[in-house]
């Protein structure tokens, strides 16, 4: 018995698909990984034919960005363009859930196995109220001939409360079994791996608690700014932007416990362990913003907003209990690199302490962007001489730069595959999002006005200040290991 699975993209128009959703698809298109008997039903208001919506994804398709980067072949966008229509219609209208129910039906009758359905929210928040009701009052919320999965996107809120909201509004029309929660940093080789090579191997796991750990750095820093997202940044800025999702998933990978099992329950119950025990101080958070950010296009002119953040916390865990972790993001910093650093205790005693270099700390980095990798800094003996030297035990993921896109899945390809086959390993639940929203509530709370910085800079001195007063100094990120240029176009 055939089955069909049909992909319903609200905001096909928008720049999350351009960007992501529709590269993600061709790859996969061109892997053979879509579902064998696939509808991609795309949605916005605009009037496009079908000869206007087919360029339209072509154009999408050829716009070089970051995230796909390798020849487009007409063959496959061909076949991916069978698969795909449009129907345009105001969500905000109950009278366009009776085409798309029209639609879905048609593609039900045409087959006489399982229906299964895929909704991805690609547009405003401000919608998913109008598109929960209308689908569910037309029936096409329930799961009777197959799976009915939504794909929502972050950030989900502002804060705890409206995240809360959120989620008991979804849990009127869904079960959370049905509901992928998207933050593609839980996609991204480059974290996943990192459960590998902690509980995966014998020899570092037992080196990661606060016996042998001196502290914890998290960088996530871009040398640019805001773009053309003022209209959406100015209402958000760094720390929920980026803080409350990306940073935390990372924070959880990288000091949560070994779960029980590799399964969904299992990974999401110590991430979520993690960010319930972290712990911060108002007091010792920096708020930034970038000279010249309220002249940006779409900017309040007195913004307050803050385009950079660092702050100190811990984790109030038996493994972690007082290592300082300092977390920092930021636009228009001097380079663009997001990173973990696991720094060890050096001993007092260390033979070559007198050498130069002598006291540096050995340092386990999970290079997250650019130069991916997992490498292990320590000190070795310069050739020839008595002097010590900086040395990397390195794992690239770039063997060279033609593996970009098919040895490296991009998150979105991963992310969209996942939900097709139902884990949600690497899907938030309710519970994370609104434990990660509380611990982001409690810095800003008491939300100081951002300190202007230089752009090209690290940010403000008082994020500098916030380390060295406990005799510490923001690693610079190296450059000099996994240092394997990009394919470009
Ligand atoms: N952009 C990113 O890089 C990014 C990254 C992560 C998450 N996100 C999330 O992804 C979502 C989309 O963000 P975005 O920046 O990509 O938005 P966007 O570019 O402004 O696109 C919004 C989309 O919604 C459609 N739309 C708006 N009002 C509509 C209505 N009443 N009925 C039907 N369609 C409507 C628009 O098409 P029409 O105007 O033609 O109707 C367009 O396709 C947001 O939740 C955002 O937080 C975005």
New binding site residues.
Partial sequence: MSETFTLVI????????Q?YIIQALYDMEEKGALPQKMTIIG????KLTDSEFKTYIKEALDKENLHHQHEIKKETVQNLLKKMHYLD????DPAYYDRLKEFLDKIAHSSKGRDDRIYY?????D?YKSVFENLSREGLTDEKEGFVRLMI???LGHDFKSAKQINKLMAKYFKESQIYRMDHYLGKETLQSILTFRFGNGLFEPLINKDYVDHIQITASEDFGIGSRGG?YDTIGALKDVGQNHQMQMLAFATMDAPDEFSNEAVTKQRISIIKSLQAHPEEVVFGQYKGYTKEENVAHDSKTDTFYAFKASLKNERFNEVPIYVRAGKMLEQTVTEISIIFKTPHNRLFKDLNRGMEPNVLIYRIQPNEGIVVRFLSKKPGSVELEENFLQYCYRLDASVHSHLFPDPYEKLILDAIQGDQTFFADAEEIEASWKFVDGLTGTKKNPIIYEPGSWGPEEADELIQKDGREWLIPSNAFCNIPLLTR
């Avoid at 219609?89 to 905000?92: K, V």
């Avoid at 929210?121 to 928040?125: D, V």
Wanted: net charge positive; aromatic share 12%; proline share 7%.
């Fill in positions: 609200f905001g096909i128009t928008s720049n999350l698909a960007k949605n916005a208001r605009r219609g105001n969500l905000d929210l690609a547009t405003y928040p919608l996107e972050k950030p959406y």
